[in-house]
């Protein structure tokens, strides 16, 4: 089934809710100035395309589908939309795309512009997120990435490649604190990742690696921004409880790791290296690499000591930091 060619516009809720679906398809539509959301879609085979959403009170899209127990793919696409001027009255957490646990979904060439929270929020396995663009977010947040993931050991094989990241930076004052705004934010030890030939461009913060585990970060442009590369061991300190496991106390990304019987298939088989992640350093940043990533006119290539990523069992090699683009 498709739908072709539809505008809907001013719904005080959702302009198109569709859920359980099968082998549909969402093709050049314009949903826009909604009170709540512009598409709300989930099931297998779906594909939303060539659509454009603006205006919207909360969140523009959220798409999802899968099985993440069995990490079943949804087959579902979200490919060459546009998202612009979305959170008009809700302003944080309501995304351009909302992809909470999705399986199996490709998101590309995308348009994410001009917003004051997120572009994609959510999390999932086996997706790939590629040649999107996320330009002028994050503007009025703190604590927070243009593309964000967070709090899991489980959610792994994502893959987000060729994406470009233009003015992720907070233009309005903060409250408390100081603007902390990422183009790619792997938040609470985020593990699993691959992070590569991505540009980030007049931004705060590129790629964000909040303690997380087995992340691959290559071949990634950053220019004209202040840190090109972070890494962090939060895990060891203050989010120490999230990762501990003994007689006495189950964190929870460790409940996480028993909730879908890691050491079994299909995880076992799909994701080899969580099999034996309570004997390989709980809690410390491990099997992380930075490698052939590039900086021309940034303040800081990355902010940690080469030294601790050596003992974390990391790796940073063939990094170039260049004064001018």
Known sequence: MVFSGLHALYARGTGFSLQGLENVSLVGITSALHGHTGFSL?????????????????AAADVTGGDMMQLLPSGNFVINNSMHDYARIIRTYNPGLGWFGAVGQTMANNT?????????????????????????LLYEATDSGAFYVGYSWTQRGNVVRGNTFRNIRATEKTTLGYPSVQAIYLDDQQSGYVLENNVCENSTTCF??????????RNNICRHTGRCLHLDNRGMYWEHDSCVYNATWTGRLIQELFDVNYTHPPYSTA????VDTLSRR?????NVSF???????????IDMSLKDLADYGDVYAGNTNATTC
């Open 271 to 274: 994701f080899p290296e969580i």
């Open 291 to 301: 490698t052939g990533n590039f900086g021309c006119d940034v303040s800081q290539m």
């Open 112 to 136: 994410f512009r001009n917003a004051p929270h997120n572009g994609m929020l959510g999390g999932g396995a086996l997706n790939l997120v590629e040649g999107n663009l996320f330009d002028t």
């Open 208 to 217: 964000f690696v909040g303690g997380g585990r087995d992340v691959i970060v």
């Open 42 to 58: 989930s099931g297998y085979g779906v594909t939303l395309r060539d659509s454009t959403v603006y205006g919207t009170g909360c």
């Open 282 to 286: 709980m809690c410390v940043p491990v």
